[in-house]
């Protein structure tokens, strides 16, 4: 198949700055990709960071900076994200994903086609948003997935983010597959959740794949260990630069 045809890689220049795209593994946090890649340049020391966090339950487009590259990490993380994902309606979680078990379930016998795609255009534009309780989000210089765990309640505030395409592509309830476009920050989770409250219901997300990141694209990326085991050649072949 295409999609499993050995990428080429072009001279690239690590210390001096490179940007990379990584399809970052499921159950990987996007701090074991940069990890996996910052230890195969050893005993080099490189910089080496990412430029917008991807959940561990999510797969997809992480992009990653090295050397000089590092500094502009904050331009590559404002760009307009696309993401494919499936939720499950008529179940809720506490982290809105599959991270925590199913705590609340409700009857969805009467969720038609036409109500859930309705539904849809009111999560368009700008939308204040609450970020979920089991976030990376800091609360007094502490994650609040930390305090979730603990089971310490924290008063969350909203967040203005923007989505520009919201588009629902399977309906097999339970299951719901959809498309969106949307500004840095937005937590699809949130979505997802507040979308099974705006039909009077219950949802929770159960796979999500970064495919976009402004121009980028996820089909263009890397695998983590096709590019380790590539820097690593480098080095047997030559001094990196």
């Given at each position: ?151 310490e309640n924290v008063e969350l505030k909203t967040r203005r983010v923007s989505i520009s395409e919201f588009e629902i592509t399977r309906i097999e ?69």
């Open positions: 198949m295409e999609e499993n045809k050995e990428k080429e890689f072009p001279e690239f220049n690590f210390a001096e700055g490179e940007m990379l795209l990584i399809n970052k593994p499921y159950t990987w946090t996007s701090f074991d990709v940069v990890g996996k890649i910052r230890n195969s340049f050893k005993p080099l020391k490189l910089k080496v960071g990412h430029a917008g966090t991807l959940d561990p339950l999510a797969t997809g487009l992480l992009i990653i900076c090295t050397g000089k590259f590092t500094k502009k990490i904050d331009e590559f993380q404002a760009q307009e994200k696309e993401y494919t994902g499936t939720m499950i309606l008529g179940a809720g979680t506490p982290s809105y994903d599959m991270e925590t078990e199913v705590d609340e379930t409700f009857d969805i016998s009467h969720i038609s086609e036409d109500m859930i795609k309705a539904n849809t255009p009111q999560f368009l534009g700008d939308i204040d948003q609450y970020p979920p309780a089991h976030s990376a989000i800091k609360v007094d210089g502490e994650r609040l997935y930390h305090k979730a765990r603990r089971g309830l339970p299951e719901i597959d959809f498309r969106v476009v949307c500004s840095k920050g937005t937590y699809i989770r949130s979505l997802v959740h507040d979308f099974g409250r705006a039909m009077g219901n219950v949802a929770y997300l159960s796979a999500l794949r970064r495919t976009k990141s402004g121009e980028y694209h996820v089909n263009n990326a890397f695998e983590v260990m096709e590019l380790v085991n590539h820097i690593r050649q480098l080095k047997e072949q030559v001094t990196l630069k």
